[in-house]
C-alpha cells in the first residue's frame, strides 16, 4: 500500500487529536441527552457538560463563560458579529473598518452591508503584512461602528497588534471585532488587556472537531448589543438559537486544554521545524518569504516562486506532500490570492505560491523530505520551455 503524503495543510484544518476524540465519544453514545432538556438527567449531564467546556474556553481567552456563545465555527462567528453588530448600531453609524489581507468569512460580510447602505473602508497593509495604525486611526469617522482585524492571518501566519489597535478603537468608543480562529493555544489572547469586544474562534484548527466554534461578545465596558443572525428556540441567550452539539463542544474544550498545555513546547518546536524548512527552500534562488519574518505564527511558512506555474507546482508536490496555496476556502479558484496581492506581489508571482502548514506531529526527518521534494519539483519546472526563468 503507498504511503500518503507528508500533511503540512495545518492551517486549513488540523487532524483531531485521539485524545479528543476520547472525551466526545460518550456524549455520542452514552450520554445522549439534549442540553436545554433540564427535565431529566440526561439534559442535566449534558447542560453540566456545556457549562464546564464554556469555562475551560472563555478562560483560554480571559474572558468571563457567559460572555462566550457556541457557533458552528469561525465563519459563523464573525457573520455574526459583523451582520450582528451592523444591524444593533445601524442608528449609531453605517461604516466599518477593515483589512484587504482578511479571510473571505470577513470580507465577504463586509461586502453584504455595502449592498444593503453601509460604508466599509478596506485598509492597506504594509508589505510584510501588517497594518499601519496610523492607517486606521485616520479611517475612524464619527459615524464608524465597527473594526475587525483577524489577529494571525490565515495565509502568511502574521500577528497583528492586537493591543494597540484594540487601544485605538476605545479611545474613539469603536467596537474592536478579531477574528482568532488561527491564534488560539498558538499566542496570548486576553480580551480585557487587548480591549476586544467580539472574537471569533474555531476548534478544528487546534486539534478539535470540525463544525463548532465560539463568539466572545464584551458584557461590560462596553456591553455589546448584538443582533440575533439565527432565530428559534432562543438557545445562547438568544444569541443563537439551535441545539447545541455537546460531543463537539466538550471536544472544542478538550482540544483548548491539550494546547495549552503544550504551547510553551510546541511552538517552539514548530519555529524550529518552520526554520528549518525555510534554511533549505531558501538556498535556491527566485524562492520569496510572504510576510513578516518573525511577527507571524510559529508553524506557517508561505513563498511563492519564480519562473514556475503555480498549479503545476502543487500538482508536482501531490503525491508526496500535502500542501496548498492559500486559504482552503478559496481553494477552488484559480486567481491569485487577495492577501499577497495586498501585499504587493505580482499576480503571476502571487500564483506561484505554497503555503506550509506545520503541526504538532511533524518530524525534522518530514521537513528534510518535504524540503527535498519541493525543491526537485522547482527544479524541474524551470527547466519546461514555458517557464523561461532568468535567475537574478
Not at 474592536?176 to 491564534?183: E, G, S, V, W
Not at 472574537?199 to 458584557?219: D, E, F
Request: with cysteine; aromatic share 6%; hydrophobic share 40%.
Amino acid at each position: 500500500m503507498p504511503s500518503r503524503p507528508i500533511y503540512l495543510d495545518h492551517q486549513a484544518t488540523t487532524p483531531v487529536d485521539p485524545r479528543v476524540l476520547e472525551a466526545m465519544l460518550p456524549y455520542f453514545t452514552d450520554c445522549p441527552g439534549n442540553p436545554s432538556s433540564l427535565s431529566h438527567g440526561y439534559g442535566w449531564e449534558a447542560s453540566a457538560a456545556v457549562k464546564y467546556a464554556r469555562e475551560q474556553i472563555a478562560s483560554a481567552i480571559h474572558a468571563q463563560p457567559e460572555a462566550l456563545l457556541f457557533t458552528s465555527g469561525a465563519t459563523e462567528a464573525n457573520n455574526l458579529a459583523i451582520k450582528g453588530v451592523a444591524e444593533a448600531y445601524f442608528q449609531k453609524g453605517r461604516h466599518l473598518i477593515t483589512v484587504q489581507t482578511e479571510h473571505s468569512a470577513v470580507l465577504e460580510p463586509c461586502r453584504y452591508l455595502q449592498s444593503l447602505g453601509f460604508e466599509v473602508t478596506f485598509l492597506p497593509v504594509q508589505p510584510d503584512g501588517l497594518l499601519e495604525l496610523s492607517l486606521l486611526e485616520q479611517a475612524i469617522r464619527p459615524e464608524t461602528i465597527l473594526v475587525s482585524v483577524m489577529a494571525a492571518n490565515n495565509e502568511i501566519g502574521v500577528l497583528q497588534p492586537l493591543s494597540e489597535i484594540g487601544a485605538i478603537c476605545h479611545r474613539h468608543q469603536v467596537l474592536f471585532h478579531t477574528d482568532a480562529a488561527q491564534a488560539l493555544t498558538k499566542v496570548p489572547l486576553d480580551v480585557a488587556a487587548m480591549q476586544i469586544d467580539l472574537m471569533s474562534l474555531t476548534a478544528h484548527k487546534i486539534y478539535g472537531p470540525k463544525g463548532i466554534g465560539a463568539l466572545y461578545v464584551r458584557q461590560r465596558q462596553p456591553r455589546v448589543r448584538l443582533a440575533p443572525q439565527v432565530h428559534g428556540g432562543g438557545q445562547e441567550r438568544g444569541w443563537r438559537s439551535g441545539t447545541l452539539a455537546t460531543p463537539q463542544i466538550v471536544g472544542f474544550a478538550k482540544a483548548v486544554e491539550l494546547g495549552l498545555a503544550a504551547a510553551e513546547t510546541e511552538q517552539p518546536y514548530l519555529a524550529q521545524l518552520r526554520d528549518q524548512l525555510w534554511r533549505q527552500l531558501r538556498s535556491q534562488e527566485g524562492i520569496h518569504l510572504n510576510g513578516h519574518p518573525t511577527q507571524r505564527l510559529a508553524g506557517c511558512l508561505n513563498i511563492s516562486v519564480e519562473g514556475v506555474d503555480g498549479q503545476a507546482l502543487l500538482l508536482a508536490l501531490q503525491p508526496k506532500v500535502a500542501l496548498s496555496s492559500g486559504s482552503a476556502c478559496a481553494s477552488g479558484k484559480t486567481s491569485p490570492s487577495h492577501v499577497l496581492l495586498a501585499l504587493g506581489r505580482e499576480p503571476a508571482l502571487a500564483a506561484a505560491t505554497l503555503r506550509f502548514g506545520l503541526g504538532r506531529l511533524n518530524t525534522p526527518r518530514e521537513i528534510d523530505q518535504a524540503a527535498a521534494c519541493a525543491i526537485a519539483a522547482i527544479q524541474a519546472l524551470r527547466k519546461t520551455p514555458s517557464a523561461q526563468w532568468v535567475p537574478g
